[in-house]
Structure formats: structure tokens, C-alpha cells
């Protein structure tokens, strides 16, 4: 066991600032820039990265990452870090971030795990407390305090095992939910949906008829009808009081708009215990409904976020269920349309059809839900057509929650784990044989 502070195995380098880099040197496509946005606990946040060209790499090149380098974010959640895997060697370090490189032979994915350590992150926001957000810089940084065990090595392989088993999951996730977007548009937006032989309907020579109300050709036979004909009723969400206040209060959990990716797979889900009325039962969502955020949108992105409610999700979260006052519960009026009414949700909020729908109040935005429900107008599939996609889409959806639950499970034996491994606590077993896998143990 070794004690030393960052500043003793690594060194740091701030990313480019000043005349260095400029914002307009960003590019659509090229070489991924990693700034704060993309720096989570240990991983990179792919969604939000930016590019620069070759050439402007190249007069970075002292800015450019390799594996095992390590990148901290120096201004707001600066207890976050992101650890370079193979697959990001080469991506630039920007302005905003600090990256670590190891100078003596030392595991760097161990040094990532005891960076997780909630005694470590306190360390760092300690030393980064500004009087108006924390700032991070690599004096501070050189200072933080560590511990390197004997089994560094064995402990970093095991927890990457764990690691492992997370990121896969998150990539099946990822993938169902990608399949089930792509089956609707070939289905709803490209009509080439079966046809009676089993044919793509469109492109196989189904009769196509011009509609002045979309003004566009739809599939013969096909009806215009509003969203709202897809919806049996709304009801409001309810936030209620965060500790009891009345003896006969519903203890629920509450979903924010702020957790709809979480409840829909994505991470571990980190919703309020709330306390309701039992009046305000009603607000309690069921398999079926669809949870709609109706306020808190920003100047860039409109609000109408939407969650799916399934009953894999409800198991996984084990508790009665509502939402919060910003959020509205809507229930669908024929089950058989329930994914087919969640993905034409999510498509219309994607390509911001909710943006003329808005009212504004103290600098939030406000969807105007019967205004818009009743003016977007959908061409209707028949029932036989959705049916064949919801039984696809059920099983997709079904699966991703079921690995986003053993991704709960996962994480909790990591974060258990963790301590343990970085404090001692806990050793490993010598193998007695070849096959004999290796796995912590109480000394």
C-alpha cells in the first residue's frame, strides 16, 4: 500500500485557452472535443461532443488524449472525471478541462475507481469551493490525497468486469430503442409497413392518396385524426410534501422531467420520495400511461419531454409512482396504440412541433397540452398495422427495462464494493487452479 498525492504519480495540463482555441474553430463533423458537458463519473457523455478538423488538432497536438489519460471538468461538478478508453485516444481536451497522465507505472483505471470514492470527490470540491461556483486547477489537483493498494491491479480488473457488464447492457439499450424508432418510420413515416403478402406496403405499389389536410400522400384508406384521438384522459401530477405532514399520506416516488431518461433505461433512476394525499390517489400512474412534462423548457429546447410508463418500469421502481406539478399523466385510450402513440410523441418533440404551442411564464415555457394535442394532426394507421408494431416494440421496451434494473443491481454491488476495495477492507483469494476465478473476500 502507497499514500501520495495526485501531484507525486501524474502530471497536468490545462486545456487550450485565450488566443489558443476559439469557439468558431468548431466543426459538423471531425475530431471529437471533450469539454465539461461530456465528462460524467468516469465516462464520456457522447450526446453533447463537439469537433474540430484535423488541421486544428494538429496544432493542438499537445492537447490530444491517450488511453489511461484521465479529464476533470475545472468549473462547476469538477468532482466528475472521464477516464480515456482505447476508443477515445485521439479526441482533444478543451478549454475547459484538466487532463492527468500518469507518470510512474501505476493502474490508471485504478486511480479512476478511488476518483469515485465520495471521500475523494469531497476532497476535490473542497479544495475547489468559489464563491460562486467551484473552479478547479491543477495546484488543487496535484494536492488530492490517495491511496494505491498492493492488489491495484486486481481491483481495477475486477470492478472493470462489473464496468463491462454496464456498458454492454447500456448498449443493447440503446440499440432496442434505435430498432423501435427505426421500425416506426419504415412502418408510420415511410409507409412500408406489411402489406397483406408481407410486402413493404409503399414501396411494392400500395395505393398512395394525396391529403389536402397534411399535404402529402398518405396510404389509401388512411384517416387524418388529431393526437388527442389517441388519448382517453389527463390528469395533473402531484408533488405533494417532501416528509409527512398528515398521518394518512400516500408515500410515492416521483418522477421529474428531469428523470425521464433514467425511468426509460438510460442510468439509475434518482427520483423524490414524496408524500400525497390519499384524495390525490388518481395522480398515481399505471402500465399505459404516458407522463408528459408540460413546463421548464428552455430558449433552445422546447418542453414536452415524454416518459413511457410499462409495468417493467413500475416493478423496477417498486413503489406507488406519480409525477411532479410540472408533469402531466396521460392515459391512452386503446392500449394496442400505447408505444405507437409514445415514439409519435417523442418524434413530434424531436423536431420541435411543440415550439408553437408555448406560453411563457417567469422565463419558463409552458406547453399548451389541449391547444396542441387538438391541433397536430396525425394520419391514423388501422389497428391491424399497430398491433404488429406494438408487439415488436412491447418486447424491446420490456427488455430495455429489465436491463436497466440489473443495471441498478450492478451499480448498487459496485458502489458497495468500492470502498471496500480501495480501503482494504476487502482482499482477494489466491486461485487455486488455472480456472478459478478470482473474487473479493472479508479477510
Given at each position: ?300 429546447q422546447s418542453t414536452g ?14 413503489s406507488p409512482t406519480t ?121
Open positions: 500500500m502507497k499514500k501520495c498525492k495526485l501531484g507525486e504519480i501524474a502530471d497536468f495540463k490545462t486545456g487550450p485557452f485565450g488566443t489558443q482555441f476559439s469557439s468558431s474553430e468548431y466543426t459538423s463533423t471531425g475530431i471529437p472535443m471533450i469539454n465539461i458537458e461530456n465528462i460524467s463519473n468516469g465516462r464520456l457523455v457522447e450526446g453533447k461532443l463537439q469537433y474540430i478538423s484535423e488541421e486544428t488538432k494538429k496544432r493542438l497536438s499537445v492537447h490530444v488524449v491517450k488511453e489511461g489519460d484521465i479529464v476533470f471538468g475545472r468549473a462547476g461538478s469538477v468532482d466528475r472525471h472521464l477516464y480515456i478508453f482505447n476508443e477515445y485516444e485521439g479526441y482533444v481536451q478543451g478549454s475547459n478541462c484538466i487532463r492527468m497522465r500518469p507518470t510512474i507505472n501505476v493502474n490508471s483505471r485504478y486511480l479512476s475507481y478511488y476518483l469515485l470514492l465520495p471521500s475523494v470527490k469531497k476532497q476535490i470540491l473542497n479544495q475547489s469551493a468559489g464563491s460562486v461556483q467551484a473552479f478547479l486547477n491543477t495546484d488543487k489537483l496535484k494536492s488530492i490525497n490517495i491511496v494505491i493498494q498492493d492488489d491495484a491491479d486486481r481491483i481495477a480488473k475486477f470492478l472493470d468486469s462489473i464496468e463491462s457488464k454496464i456498458f454492454v447492457n447500456n448498449k443493447a439499450i440503446r440499440t432496442l430503442e434505435s430498432l423501435s424508432k427505426t421500425l416506426y418510420d419504415y412502418y408510420f413515416l415511410q409507409f412500408d409497413f406489411p402489406d397483406e403478402k408481407g410486402r413493404p406496403y409503399k414501396s411494392s405499389g400500395g395505393k398512395m392518396e394525396y391529403n389536402a389536410e397534411l399535404g402529402r400522400e398518405i396510404p389509401a384508406g388512411w384517416k387524418v385524426k388529431p393526437l388527442s384521438r389517441f388519448f382517453q384522459n389527463e390528469r395533473n401530477g402531484e408533488w405533494g410534501t417532501d416528509e409527512i405532514t398528515k398521518t394518512n399520506q400516500l408515500k410515492v416516488t416521483c418522477i421529474r422531467g428531469a428523470d425521464f431518461p433514467a425511468a426509460n433505461g438510460y442510468e439509475s433512476l434518482k427520483s423524490p420520495i414524496r408524500f400525497i394525499s390519499p384524495q390525490k390517489s388518481d395522480r398515481i400512474v399505471q402500465a399505459g400511461d404516458l407522463i408528459i412534462e408540460i413546463s421548464g423548457g428552455s430558449p433552445t419531454r415524454v416518459c413511457y410508463i410499462n409495468q417493467e418500469l413500475l416493478n423496477r421502481i417498486d409525477t411532479s406539478n410540472f408533469c402531466k399523466i396521460v392515459s391512452i385510450a386503446n392500449k394496442d396504440y400505447f408505444y405507437f402513440a409514445y415514439m409519435t410523441w417523442q418524434r413530434l418533440y424531436e423536431s420541435n412541433a411543440f415550439f408553437n404551442f408555448e406560453g411563457k411564464t417567469t422565463g419558463l415555457k409552458n406547453l399548451l397540452f389541449d391547444m396542441a394535442v387538438s391541433s397536430i394532426k396525425l394520419a391514423c394507421p388501422p389497428a391491424d398495422i399497430v398491433r404488429k408494431y406494438q408487439v415488436v416494440t412491447q418486447r424491446n421496451f420490456s427488455k430495455i427495462q429489465s436491463l436497466a434494473d440489473e443495471n441498478r443491481h450492478l451499480t448498487a454491488l459496485r458502489d458497495f464494493l468500492l470502498p471496500l476495495l480501495m480501503n482494504g477492507q476487502v482482499g482477494f483469494k489466491t486461485p487455486t487452479s488455472p480456472n478459478t476465478k478470482e473474487a473479493p473476500h472479508e479477510p
